[in-house]
Structure formats: C-alpha cells, structure tokens
C-alpha cells in the first residue's frame, strides 16, 4: 500500500511558479513510478508529468513542456512538480498518484496508477 499527500498548491498570477510535493509513505514508494494528473472542472483528468522509480526517465504532456519539472527524491519519499510560467488553462486540481506495480515504467494512462493522493488545488488569475 501507498498512501500520497499533495501540497503546495494555491492562488498565482499568470507568469508565477508553484511548487507542488507529494509526501508518499509505504514501502514500496522507492521502485515505482510516479505520475502528476490534474483535473479541470468540467473536464476529465489528464496526464501531466511522470518519473520512473529511478529517476532517470521523465515524461510530460506537451502542454507542459519546458514548463513543468517533476523530481523525486526517494530517500525522503517525496515527489515534486516545479511549476513555472503558469498560465490560467493550468488550473486545476493537481493529483499524485504511483504506479500498479513496482519497477513498471513511466505511463501517461489513469490506468497505470492504482494510488492516488486527495488532490491540491491550482488557481492562476489571469
């Protein structure tokens, strides 16, 4: 089992930053993947960023690249999401989520997640 908590989200200008962190607890947090979604009222959850469980692979959706950073830092069981020239079609509310199973690699689909955090909420005002 895996449990995920968000934070960091918030009220931004257009053109600011965000930090988001997602604190993980369980044993297995260190060889999965894990992936950032978001989710517009209104509209479905979609696939922001994911880093493998080593951190070498990293993957993103093309309306955040050169963007959006996603880290991870195991040791601490913690995964970040470096938000950067925010515009107001990034509002949303960010979720966390780690993969089904362990060693698995990056995958952009809802469906390869089975843990998911409550969610934080990203406001930028134009």
């Known amino acids: 089992q895996v449990q995920l908590v968000e934070s960091g989200g918030g009220l931004v200008q257009a053109g600011g930053s965000l930090r988001l962190s997602c604190a993980a607890s369980g044993r297995t947090f260190s060889s999965r993947a894990m992936g950032w979604f978001r989710q517009a009222p209104g509209k479905e959850r979609e696939f922001v960023a994911g880093?493998?469980?080593?951190?070498?692979?990293?993957r993103y959706a093309d309306s955040v690249k050169g963007r959006f950073t996603v880290s991870r830092d195991s040791a601490k069981s913690m995964v970040y999401l470096q938000m950067n020239s925010l515009n107001f079609e990034d509002t949303a509310v960010y979720y966390c989520?780690?993969?089904?199973?362990?060693?698995?690699?990056?995958?952009?689909?809802?469906?390869?997640?089975?843990?998911w955090g409550q969610g934080t909420q990203v406001t930028v005002s134009s």
């Open positions: 880093i493998s469980w080593s951190g070498s692979d990293r």
């Open positions: 989520a780690a993969a089904q199973r362990s060693h698995s690699p990056v995958v952009a689909t809802l469906g390869g997640y089975d843990y």
